[in-house]
T-cell receptor
């Protein structure tokens, strides 16, 4: 199994509070991704990173920001959580661009009340 | 835009029954196609892939053939087991857009003994 951990695994927070989710990898892979999973939508890309301090937006980036100060860590921040951001969040990594093998973390279930 | 459409679930089968999960896609370019599987409480794992027309991906008894003429990538297995119970996602990635996987909505498979 690829060495990917996510923290926390579960979180309940209130509307309007900031939330940061962490993805940590031990594979030294260049590319890291954040997805959200919602019923009927599969997984949708929020943001991705192609190197330290290099990030770009995905399909559903509004309301989210990311940072990558080290190869191994990719942080997803909800500046002011809303109920529409209740979801399961998955981190993924891949070694190269277009490397079709993306390895997924175990997920973080976030509930915004 | 690019999209993937899967048959809605849940699909409920008895052990040793034949499985087909339909997947069709719309893409502006020439995509590579994937099936991912998500077991309960886990992240996604790559099940199989095909990168060009008429390629057949296979793994763990599952197969899918890239049909460009029908823009389809249906997942099949001749004899399912209880351990195959999971959610299956069809996905595509464009060969000139190496970072973004586009997922279908997922199909839940339940196999009964």
């Amino acid at each position: 199994d690829a060495g990917i951990t996510q923290s926390p695994r579960h979180k309940v927070t209130e509307t309007g509070t900031p939330v940061t989710l962490r993805c940590h990898q031990t594979e030294n892979h260049r590319y890291m991704y954040w997805y959200r999973q919602d019923p009927g939508h599969g997984l949708r890309l929020i943001h991705y990173s192609y190197g330290v301090k290099d990030t770009d937006k995905g399909e559903v980036s509004d309301g989210y920001s990311v940072s990558r100060s080290k190869t191994e860590d990719f942080l997803l921040t909800l500046e002011s959580a809303t109920s529409s951001q209740t979801s399961v969040y998955f981190c993924a990594i891949s070694a190269t661009s277009g490397d079709y093998e993306q390895y997924f973390g175990p997920g973080t279930r976030l509930t915004v009340t | 835009g690019d999209s993937v459409t899967q048959m809605e679930g849940p699909v409920t089968l008895s052990e040793e029954a034949c499985l087909t999960i339909n997947c069709t896609y719309t893409a502006t370019g020439y995509p590579s196609l994937f099936w991912y599987v998500q077991y309960p409480g886990e992240g996604l794992q790559l099940l199989l892939k095909a990168t060009k027309a008429d390629d057949k991906g296979s793994n763990k008894g599952f197969e899918a053939t890239y049909r460009k003429e029908t823009t389809s990538f249906h997942l099949e297995k001749g004899s399912v087991q209880v351990s195959d119970s999971a959610v299956y996602f069809c996905a595509l990635i464009l060969n000139n857009a190496g970072n973004m996987l586009t997922f279908g909505g997922g199909t839940r498979l339940m196999v009964k003994p």
